[in-house]
């Protein structure tokens, strides 16, 4: 008995000091040979959760719901109840998730006003930022600040500023909602908050961040909260900071280091956030995609779907560098109509959706993709946003022939790309800018933006789009007519075997489109038959 007291009072310091996996082997230790009162319960499920171990932590708080229910104490078992409504969501049990918040909601609803009761609307404003009703999310925000500010709880105020900046910046209204979230994450960077409050606040900053395509700033939250999670001597929460920080990582060019990350990461959050672990494997998937891995990309995004969330993108782009252009224009037309109202999830998407639909000959989808993020980026302002708008406007200039026009918009992409440090579409914009400054015969110019290209794509170990700047280097060099982007496609589909009829299934496009796609390239390239093109 002496030592099972002891093992629980050398707990509840460890828990004290932070120390959480002493206090949770201790913990452990004294619920297997005497069990835990409902209190020490909820100890050792939060050190339990600082751990990054969801399957111990769960079971904890479950107990601890009911031993409170059992005795009466409605407002912590209320409390209990929240928590497994976030535990459950990390976990993508959804059905359970809600299970558990609509139990809390009902247990909390009678009682005197209580910080509980913050921490409830806190939750249903990230539910409903999350589901992109910003307007519901602002009410709840705000309900949440008030409160905070009649209890005097620091921790809900600044979460309740936070969520409202948030949910002001999905509306559009940008200026005030970084000025409420650089206020809230000034007092988690202060010290002035709880662990938990902390730790939300420093991954929802740097989540707005890259949403925003602010790399810079995300980048540099993501060190610090590095750095504050360190400090902690926490778990999962830096398997998070680590997928995001492995974004920026990808945007730079450190492919291989970022891969190593978001591995790590998931290994370290497999029984903490598997939402965090689908994105670990979307971002793998894009990286493998870059360097030319068609395999492992399908696998990354395979496990990615398999976890609940969209691997688009990046399987539409896979698609499209398989030539399943049908399938790749499909795809992308999917993934923006599940997502008519979240703006920055768009954004990420419209890129591809001008890139695919110039593939697919769909000029009115790719205009209407352009002109939206246009406007996103105009709203929003980051030099990334704007580049990818430069780039993707540039792109269909190019399909409508107006190469003077795209060769000024794609100039822009280069150089807002180059600001951000993002080396990859830097190269991709280069080969563009050569294909505008071919059209209007420049092809000086035109040589020097792929010889550019190249070393870059050979630099960072993109072999596919290395190749296909040499190949396009060699065309110009030869001063042989260089084929358009959809005559590519065209001849690398014939490449395969496929007939006239095939190709047209393949691209979506009429037979007679496809027998002047193929005359074209026959005369482009002096040749007498499809079976040179083939060869």
């Given at each position: 008995?002496?030592?099972?007291?002891?093992?629980?009072?050398?707990?509840?310091?460890?828990?004290?000091?932070?120390?959480?996996?002493?206090?949770?082997?201790?913990?452990?230790?004294?619920?297997?040979?005497?069990?835990?009162?409902?209190?020490?319960?909820?100890l050792f499920a939060t050190a339990a959760f600082w751990t990054g171990q969801?399957?111990?932590?769960?079971?904890?708080?479950?107990?601890?719901?009911?031993?409170?229910?059992?005795?009466?104490?409605?407002?912590?078992?209320?409390?209990?109840?929240?928590?497994?409504?976030?535990?459950?969501?990390?976990k993508l049990v959804p059905s359970v998730a809600e299970a558990w918040l609509?139990?809390?909601?009902?247990?909390?609803?009678?009682?005197?006003?209580?910080?509980?009761?913050?921490?409830?609307?806190?939750?249903?404003?990230?539910?409903?930022?999350?589901?992109?009703?910003?307007?519901?999310?602002?009410?709840?925000?705000?309900?949440?600040?008030?409160?905070?500010?009649?209890?005097?709880?620091?921790?809900?105020?600044?979460?309740?500023?936070?969520?409202?900046?948030?949910?002001?910046?999905?509306?559009?209204?940008?200026?005030?909602?970084?000025?409420?979230?650089?206020?809230?994450?000034?007092?988690?960077?202060?010290?002035?908050?709880?662990?938990?409050?902390?730790?939300?606040?420093?991954?929802?900053?740097?989540?707005?961040?890259?949403?925003?395509?602010?790399?810079?700033?995300?980048?540099?939250?993501?060190?610090?909260?590095?750095?504050?999670?360190?400090?902690?001597?926490?778990?999962?929460?830096?398997?998070?900071?680590?997928?995001?920080?492995?974004?920026?990582?990808?945007?730079?060019?450190?492919?291989?280091?970022?891969?190593?990350?978001?591995?790590?990461?998931?290994?370290?959050?497999?029984?903490?956030?598997?939402?965090?672990?689908?994105?670990?494997?979307?971002?793998?998937?894009?990286?493998?995609?870059?360097?030319?891995?068609?395999?492992?990309?399908?696998?990354?995004?395979?496990?990615?779907?398999?976890?609940?969330?969209?691997?688009?993108?990046?399987?539409?782009?896979?698609?499209?560098?398989?030539?399943?252009?049908?399938?790749?224009?499909?795809?992308?037309?999917?993934?923006?109509?599940?997502?008519?109202?979240?703006?920055?999830?768009?954004?990420?998407?419209?890129?591809?959706?001008?890139?695919?639909?110039?593939?697919?000959?769909?000029?009115?989808?790719?205009?209407?993709?352009?002109?939206?993020?246009?406007?996103?980026?105009?709203?929003?302002?980051?030099?990334?946003?704007?580049?990818?708008?430069?780039?993707?406007?540039?792109?269909?200039?190019?399909?409508?022939?107006?190469?003077?026009?795209?060769?000024?918009?794609?100039?822009?992409?280069?150089?807002?790309?180059?600001?951000?440090?993002?080396?990859?579409?830097?190269?991709?914009?280069?080969?563009?800018?050569?294909?505008?400054?071919?059209?209007?015969?420049?092809?000086?110019?035109?040589?020097?933006?792929?010889?550019?290209?190249?070393?870059?794509?050979?630099?960072?170990?993109?072999?596919?789009?290395?190749?296909?700047?040499?190949?396009?280097?060699?065309?110009?060099?030869?001063?042989?007519?260089?084929?358009?982007?959809?005559?590519?496609?065209?001849?690398?589909?014939?490449?395969?075997?496929?007939?006239?009829?095939?190709?047209?299934?393949?691209?979506?496009?009429?037979?007679?489109?496809?027998?002047?796609?193929?005359?074209?390239?026959?005369?482009?390239?002096?040749?007498?038959?499809?079976?040179?093109?083939?060869?």
């Open positions: 008995m002496h030592n099972d007291l002891h093992a629980l009072k050398a707990g509840r310091d460890a828990v004290a000091r932070r120390a959480w996996r002493e206090a949770f082997d201790l913990l452990k230790e004294a619920d297997a040979t005497t069990g835990l009162a409902p209190e020490d319960l909820e969801l399957s111990e932590c769960i079971p904890a708080r479950e107990r601890a719901y009911a031993a409170y229910v059992a005795k009466g104490n409605v407002r912590r078992a209320g409390a209990m109840a929240l928590e497994l409504a976030h535990e459950y969501s990390l609509h139990r809390a909601d009902r247990l909390l609803n009678d009682e005197p006003e209580c910080a509980e009761q913050g921490w409830l609307n806190r939750l249903c404003a990230e539910i409903a930022i999350n589901r992109g009703d910003p307007d519901q999310a602002l009410q709840h925000a705000k309900k949440t600040l008030e409160i905070g500010i009649r209890l005097g709880d620091r921790d809900l105020q600044a979460a309740s500023l936070h969520d409202q900046g948030r949910a002001l910046i999905a509306k559009g209204q940008l200026d005030k909602g970084l000025a409420l979230i650089d206020e809230a994450t000034a007092a988690a960077v202060g010290g002035e908050l709880g662990l938990l409050p902390t730790a939300v606040i420093y991954c929802n900053t740097i989540i707005v961040c890259r949403d925003l395509a602010d790399y810079q700033r995300a980048g540099d939250w993501s060190e610090a909260a590095k750095r504050w999670c360190e400090r902690q001597a926490l778990t999962g929460f830096p398997g998070i900071c680590r997928v995001l920080r492995a974004e920026v990582m990808r945007l730079r060019g450190q492919w291989e280091e970022a891969a190593q990350e978001l591995r790590r990461a998931c290994d370290e959050l497999r029984d903490f956030s598997l939402g965090t672990v689908g994105q670990a494997f979307r971002e793998i998937g894009e990286i493998r995609l870059r360097m030319g891995d068609l395999a492992g990309a399908e696998e990354a995004f395979r496990q990615t779907h398999e976890l609940g969330l969209s691997p688009q993108p990046g399987l539409a782009m896979l698609r499209l560098a398989e030539g399943k252009v049908a399938a790749a224009l499909a795809a992308i037309r999917t993934a923006l109509a599940d997502q008519p109202r979240k703006r920055f999830a768009r954004a990420r998407l419209l890129p591809v959706a001008v890139e695919i639909a110039v593939a697919a000959g769909d000029l009115d989808f790719g205009r209407s993709a352009a002109e939206e993020l246009a406007v996103l980026a105009s709203d929003h302002g980051s030099s990334a946003l704007q580049a990818a708008a430069a780039a993707a406007q540039g792109r269909l200039q190019l399909a409508e022939g107006d190469a003077a026009a795209a060769g000024e918009m794609l100039r822009r992409a280069c150089r807002l790309w180059q600001e951000v440090d993002a080396p990859y579409e830097t190269a991709i914009a280069q080969i563009l800018l050569a294909e505008a400054y071919r059209a209007q015969g420049n092809t000086e110019d035109a040589s020097l933006e792929l010889e550019t290209a190249r070393k870059t794509f050979e630099r960072l170990g993109a072999a596919r789009d290395a190749r296909r700047a040499a190949y396009a280097a060699g065309q110009l060099a030869d001063r042989r007519p260089v084929l358009s982007a959809r005559e590519q496609e065209v001849a690398a589909l014939i490449a395969r075997g496929l007939s006239n009829r095939e190709i047209a299934r393949t691209l979506v496009v009429s037979e007679r489109t496809v027998d002047t796609h193929v005359h074209r390239i026959l005369n482009k390239l002096g040749f007498a038959s499809r079976s040179q093109i083939a060869a």
